[in-house]
Every structure is written in C-alpha cells, then in structure tokens.
C-alpha cells in the first residue's frame, strides 16, 4: 500500500490554475517528485527537489510543501496538462522509495 | 544524454520466473551517488516502486515484494538485471527502468517500458 495519498481527480477551466497534493509522514523530511503520465507513455518527470523544474517543463509548474503535504501547481493550466500526476519520495524510514496513488487531471 | 530500454519477455506463465534487463547510456553506474530502480504499472493502476541499486552495489526492495526480487547490475555491460520469482497475473504490468536524479529523491529519466503479461 502506498505511503502517499493523493486526491483521485481534480478539474481545472483552460488557463486557471489547479493544485494537486500528496500527503504523507516522509514528505516532513524529504522532498517529493511529481510526474506527469499521458495515456500510452511513460511519465515524465515535472518537478523536483525544493522547487526544481527539469529542462523542458514548462514553467507554469510549481511546487511547495508544508508539513506533511506536498504541492504540484499549474498556472494557467493548458489543454496538453490533461493527464495523470504521480507524487514520489522516500518512506517513512527514508530509505525505500514510494509512488503516491495518482491524481488525474481534466482541463475544461 | 541518458536514455535507458528495458527487454525481455512479454508474456510468461505463471509460477515462472521473470528477468528483465535495462540497458542504459549516457552515465556510469560506477559514479558516486548514480541510482537505478525499477518500477511498474499494471494497466490503469498506479506507479509502483519496485527496487532499485546503487553505484556501490547497495540493493533496496519494496517491502511487499522482497522475497521475489533481485536487482543486480553488470558494470562493464551498462546493464541492471531485475529478477521477479514465481510470477502471478496481478504481476502483469509495465515495467520501467529509470535513472535516479542525483541526491534526490526523484527519477528523471525513464525507459519506455516494457509491458509483461502473466497467462497461461
């Protein structure tokens, strides 16, 4: 079972902007990762470390964290942002990696 | 530029063991702090963690697995080898090899996947 819980789904109108979580007790010590998966490819990682984009995402992506919680942001969400977002970190004990449960975005 | 494939099987039967390899390039797994693991996804299911391996041969499994798994890797091959025993049809997934970003908790850079059907 996954350490990490996400929200199931979230909507967002083109262009506003959405936020999408991930909690769990290791996110008080350790960072999260979010990937982005369209349907039939591999995800792709969007953000990283305290507030890393990697080369070629898009800035409009953003994160925080506060406490046990983690947050993936889009401003000015766009129609390419429709997919599924996966959260990821260490476990509890920080040695073993974890995947939350997934959030799927629709953008309306 | 890293680029990682997975190969092996795409269907086995249940009972038998699975092997997978990952071939990579663009980075060692000979420098310090370079992870590879492993991941899966049955189909419309999320992310799973699997196990993944160090440049200094540390070895690390997901918990609910560990006594089905082996991650080794072959240096001179640019290689890691996953081993999944006594396979099932809830073993049925994708299955990603992937590049851990150095000192992070992240993975950057994914294989395209390689899909493994548990039947009869």
């Known amino acids: 079972s996954s350490e990490l819980t996400q929200d199931p789904a979230v909507s967002v109108a083109l262009g506003q902007t959405v936020r999408i979580t991930c909690q769990g007790d290791s996110l008080r010590s350790y960072y999260a990762g979010w990937y982005q998966q369209k349907p039939g490819q591999a995800p792709v990682l969007v953000l990283f470390?305290?507030?890393t984009r990697p080369s070629g995402s898009p800035d409009r992506f953003s994160g925080s964290s506060s406490g046990n919680t983690a947050s993936l942001t889009i401003t000015g969400a766009q129609a390419e942002d429709e997919a599924d977002y996966y959260c990821n970190s260490r476990d509890s004990g920080g040695i073993l990696y974890v995947f939350g449960t997934g959030t799927k975005v629709t953008v309306l | 530029q890293i680029t990682l494939k997975e190969s092996g099987p795409t269907i086995v039967k249940p009972t038998q063991t699975l092997t997978l390899t990952c071939t990579f390039s663009?980075?060692?797994?000979?420098?310090?702090?370079?992870?590879v693991g492993w991941i899966r996804q049955p189909p419309g299911k999320a992310l799973e963690w699997l196990a993944l391996?160090?440049?200094?041969?540390?070895?690390y499994y997901s918990p609910s697995l560990k006594s089905r798994l082996t991650i080794t890797k072959d240096n001179s091959k640019n290689q890691v080898v996953l081993t999944v025993t006594n396979m099932d049809p809830v073993d049925t997934a994708t299955y990603y090899c992937?590049?851990?970003?150095?000192?992070?908790?992240?993975?950057?850079?994914w294989g395209q996947g390689a899909l493994v059907t548990v039947s009869s």
């Open positions: 663009g980075f060692s797994l000979t420098t310090s702090d370079v992870g």
């Open positions: 391996i160090y440049w200094n041969d540390n070895k």
């Open positions: 470390g305290k507030n």
């Open positions: 992937t590049h851990r970003v150095l000192y992070d908790t992240a993975f950057d850079y």
